[in-house]
């Protein structure tokens, strides 16, 4: 299983900023995908996540809800995360997550927000 982060890097606040997971080694329209996100020094938490199959389910954090959406191509192994009106509180590595047999994390991908 690979998962590929990528997308980050360093926006002005108010700014937007679509992150991708490119997805290998699973059967990727068989599993909720997930981002989570990390600052150094701070335990990693959950951003969204959504499910697989027809009639897909997302769910956000209430710190990003109404401004990130969470979307799949299962033909391209790929979810997304966009990110709109980003805030500094933002700042953070983002990471990929699958729960398979076990849970799968990506390298990670880190954006800045600031001015």
């Known amino acids: 299983v690979q998962l590929v982060e990528s997308g980050g890097g360093l926006v002005q606040p108010g700014r937007s900023l679509t992150l991708s997971c490119a997805a290998s080694?699973?059967?990727?329209?068989?599993?909720?995908m997930s981002w989570y996100r990390q600052v150094p020094g701070q335990e990693r938490e959950f951003v969204a996540t959504?499910?697989?199959?027809?009639?897909?389910?997302?769910h956000y954090a209430d710190s990003v809800k109404g401004r990130f959406t969470i979307s799949r191509d299962n033909n391209k192994d790929t979810v997304y995360l966009q990110m709109n009106n980003l805030k500094p509180e933002d700042t953070a590595v983002y990471y990929c997550?699958?729960?398979?047999?076990?849970?799968?994390w990506g390298r990670g991908t880190l954006v800045t927000v600031s001015s």
């Open positions: 997550h699958a729960l398979i047999d076990m849970e799968y």
């Open positions: 959504i499910t697989s199959g027809v009639g897909t389910f997302k």
């Open positions: 080694g699973f059967t990727f329209n068989s599993f909720a």
